[in-house]
């Protein structure tokens, strides 16, 4: 059945470094793969996606890498500033049902 | 100009009571879906609507009944509640429903089953 596996569960990083969750997934007929913010107390919301066709996208400091031959996608954060913090979700869409993982708490320290 | 909304924010009530939440969207979407975020924060889809019919329906007991009067709003009843019922649901929506679009999450409604 479908599935989605994402690492790490927590991170925690300091202000300017880099941060990189990744996330793991079993259908191959997957074909959007869209990563979501949720701060405290607030509604998941877009931050990225990227569709099969293509390999890497970025928005400015941040920037979603696929690899569909080995059924993996990751987000890329860079220049971690406190606001960053949040719980980070990646999902698959396939037959117009999407798949969450189980989420990455973030923190960035100052 | 709210996109997605719910109401009530915050439901509190009795176990074995019967409630219901309110979704509505003014994006002009086709599909919604019903989201139960227990307290661990893991996100699990309950429910998709397609043009107001039925496309998604996951391991969810009966006791859950999405109804969706027009295409702009999907609405939540739950009967005989339960103390596991208690979390955070969210209702969204997305533009297309096979492809895979942006999905936009309402604020959510806590429910507490005391």
């Known amino acids: 059945g479908e599935n989605v596996e994402q690492h790490p569960s927590t991170l925690s990083v300091q202000e300017g470094d880099s941060a990189v969750i990744k996330c793991t997934y079993s259908?191959?007929?997957?074909?959007?793969f869209p990563w979501y913010k949720q701060e405290l107390g607030k509604r998941p919301q877009l931050i990225i996606d990227i569709r099969s066709n293509v390999g890497e996208k970025k928005d400015q400091r941040i920037a979603v890498t696929l690899n569909k031959t080995a059924k993996h996608f990751s987000l890329h954060i860079t220049e971690t500033q406190p606001e960053d913090s949040a719980v980070y979700f990646c999902?698959?869409?396939?037959?117009?049902?999407?798949?969450f993982g189980d989420g990455t708490t973030l923190t960035v320290k100052p | 100009d709210t996109a997605v909304s719910q109401t009530p924010k915050y439901l509190v009530t009795q176990m074995g009571n019967d409630k219901s939440i309110k979704c509505e969207q003014n994006?002009?979407?086709?599909?919604m879906y019903w989201y139960k975020q227990d307290s661990k924060k893991f996100l699990k889809i309950m429910f998709s609507?397609?043009?107001?019919?039925?496309?998604i329906n996951e391991t969810v007991p009966n006791r859950f009944s999405p109804k969706s009067p027009d295409k702009a709003h999907l609405n939540l009843h739950i009967n005989s509640l339960e103390l596991g019922d208690s979390a955070v649901y969210f209702c969204a929506s997305s533009r297309l429903a096979g492809e895979g679009d942006t999905q936009y999450f309402g604020p959510g409604t806590r429910l507490t089953v005391l």
């Open positions: 609507y397609n043009n107001k019919e039925l496309i």
């Open positions: 999902a698959y869409t396939n037959a117009g049902k999407s798949t």
């Open positions: 994006l002009g979407h086709d599909t």
């Open positions: 259908d191959s007929a997957s074909n959007y």
